[in-house]
Nanobody
């Protein structure tokens, strides 16, 4: 069964940093576009960032531009989301997803992880 596993969530102070990891089980991440989404209870899942597997293009939500960085480590079969200057509004459950391209609709992604919680508090 194809699976993604997120890790790295936790408690971070406003202005602090956190690095989320998305590791793959039973498939090779570099063959897929990988996106990060986040969700808070009662709200729709929001796209945060995506990295293409064809040209390496990276996209970011306006709310995280300049603060978050998505990257791949193909040797580790892992995609990272570096979160810097974290804000209270960044608190959410973060999910990674694999798909053919960087879709804007979450339902178009094929494989999802179980999520990792990010809490922002001083």
């Amino acid at each position: 069964q194809l699976r993604l596993v997120e890790s790295g969530g936790g408690l971070v102070q406003p202005g602090g940093s956190l690095r989320l990891s998305c590791a793959a089980s039973r498939f090779i991440l570099e063959n897929y576009a990988i996106a990060w989404f986040r969700q808070i209870p009662g709200k729709a899942r929001e796209g945060v960032s995506c990295i293409s597997h064809t040209d390496g293009r990276k996209t970011y939500a306006d709310s995280v531009k300049g603060r978050f960085t998505i990257s791949r480590d193909n040797a580790e079969n892992t995609v990272y989301l570096q979160m810097d200057d974290v804000k209270p509004d960044d608190a959410a459950e973060y999910f990674c997803a694999a798909g053919g391209i960087c879709y804007t609709n979450p339902s178009d992604f094929l494989v999802w992880g179980q999520g990792t919680q990010v809490t922002v508090s001083s």
